[in-house]
């Protein structure tokens, strides 16, 4: 990796050139740049012209914003086993090879990967998500990225050995066209909402019901059963108007948008699987839910309720326990505290447990991504055991909900969140996703209750009426 620091873009296109002729392969240009504040949403909507290329990402604390225009690469594989260890590998030898140029080596500037694993590289693919690998990835041509106040643009170039140079000028001639587009975008018009209904929802029941008697029976202490959603539109449903909805209404989730050939997975989702900045990992043990308060009074009470409710404490405590012999074989220190808080989101509150880390040297945070995916909150426990019983019952290819996605640098920070409280845009359909930890006291209509409650982000977002 040569870094070079505020220099001439034109030497740095040279030496990058220069770089491929020597090595005989491709070599990427990676140029990084303060510029005037520029709103994350109309970057997205401005640019969709790349549609089918975007991504965006904010995370719950506020503290980065990230948006993806373009592909100038794409990187995945089909692999069942070892996938994780193939991104991080060729990862690591695409950004070795390439030329930075930057002020700095900022977080969540210059190369970045985006996207995501698969839930199950072992389950059957269904027909919406035959389109993604078990691992997806792009590095954007253009990337805004907004650390708070800040804000910088990367342009990735692909330098061949014998590139016209017109190319190269022609792609800062559209950095700067997006960079005004983004002045003055709009949000697409939405389409007429036409219907939604559940998916085999009685066959889902007789499933949780068919997992509580082997969990009674002692052959597991925990199984995660998710389950589908089908909303109808008039025509082709954008990501642009949900997005808007959901970075409104759920102001306190990582919110995420992935398009992919035709497909864009989207959703708010609350729950951290791992950060990494520098040496510093940040987790999230995050299990155990009851509904929010009409009034404070009764919200207070509900969150009293779950606090104190064994079923829920129990689950939460598989979570914990799991996430801590995960992560401690790759931190010198970890500190987790020894009882829950709660979480509280617009439709629903968590018993939640932050996890603070001290990474031992030559950690990758795809190899902590590998050791947590999937946690008991998502797959359920023993790990092994709940996955073939995940296969069995619940009759669906979940794709990447539940499942790792996120960003990675050539740094080696990033964070990965699960995608809970997601769906797929595809067509004129949208597919939402929603599931429940089972355990031996489960009761099939409580849990599809909780299912419905974990819908609402989702429906509200493509604009539906959800009935409080």
Known sequence: MVTIHKTNIEKAYDTARTKAKQIHRPVLLSIVEEVDAVDPLSFYYGGNSFHGERFLWKDRDHTITLVGLGAAHILSTDEKEGRFFTVENEWKRFTQESVIVTGDKWAGTGPLLYGGFRFDPLNDNSEEWNQFSTGTFQLPMFMLTKPEKTNYLTMNVICHPDEDERSFHERIRLKEELLANARKAIIPERPEWIGNRD???????????????????????????ARKCEVSFNQQVTSDFVLDNLWKQQPDSFVFSFEWEGSCFIGATPERLVKKTGEEILSTCLAGSIARGNTLESDEKLGEELLEDEKNRYEHHLVVDSIRQALDPFCDTLLIPSTPQLMKLKDIQHLYTPVIGQASENTSLLSLVEKLHPTPALGGVPRDKAMHVIRQEEDMDRGLYAAPIGWIDAYGNGEYAVALRSGLLQGDKAYLYAGCGIVADSEPESEFKETQMKFRPMLRGLGGTVHE
């Open 199 to 225: 998916v085999k929802p009685e066959e889902w029941k007789e499933s949780v019901q068919s997992v509580v008697n082997r969990l009674q029976k002692g052959e597991m202490d925990k199984v995660v059963l």
